[in-house]
């Protein structure tokens, strides 16, 4: 019996930067894009406020790019401050390196088990996780969530053999993966 279950993001992460106003760590994004056009040069950039002070920063999306190079469906996307758009970008490794930020993913996303329940005693359970977006979470969390176990138990069930993957369970993931609970 395979479950399908699916770790979903709830909202936008937090973006890790230092605040040059009051030295929060912690900026929210919220879809605002600013874009601006010198002749035929296009800059873009996704507008973040500070949790603490609210101070605007901004991340650095296209710079000196000419403007005939960027799709107009893009441009447009730009323009209207498209929140699937600002989740994209925000989570492309390209942009986080480019602003050297990182992303906090505490509270911004959730565990869709599809109504899994405990298997009996003496059944195995395979389960296939998917991911809705690169979210760093270790698979032992999603298991004891997913189950209803604690942290605790769930690492004793791995450390038995118990619980078997084909990657490794034990550090964090952001790709799909399947494992079996075998009780």
Do not use: Y
């Not at 279950?5 to 600013?34: D, I, M, Q, Y």
């Not at 035929?40 to 901004?58: F, H, N, P, Q, R």
């Not at 395979?126 to 698979?139: G, K, T, W």
């Amino acid at each position: 019996m395979l479950n399908n279950w699916v770790v979903t993001p709830t909202c936008l992460p937090l973006v890790r930067r230092r605040c040059h106003s009051c030295a929060s760590e912690r900026f929210r994004a919220n879809g605002k894009f600013r874009v601006n056009a010198n002749h035929k040069l296009i800059d873009v950039w996704l507008l973040v406020l500070c949790t603490d002070c609210g101070e605007t920063a901004k991340l650095t999306i296209m710079e000196r790019v000419h403007v005939r190079t960027v799709r107009a469906e893009l441009l447009d996307r730009l323009h209207h401050n498209d929140p699937d758009l600002a989740a994209e970008l925000l989570q492309d490794p390209v942009v986080q390196r480019r602003n050297r930020i990182a992303l906090d993913w505490a509270g911004a996303w959730r565990l869709d088990t599809g109504g899994t329940e405990q298997p009996a005693d003496d059944e195995a359970i395979d389960v296939a996780v998917r991911f809705d977006a690169r979210i760093p979470v270790r698979p032992v969390r999603l298991i004891a969530e997913g189950f209803g176990f604690s942290r605790a138990e769930a690492e004793r069930l791995l450390d038995e053999g118990r619980i078997v993957s084909a990657v490794r369970l034990s550090g964090k993931l952001t790709g799909d993966f399947t494992f079996t609970l075998k009780r």
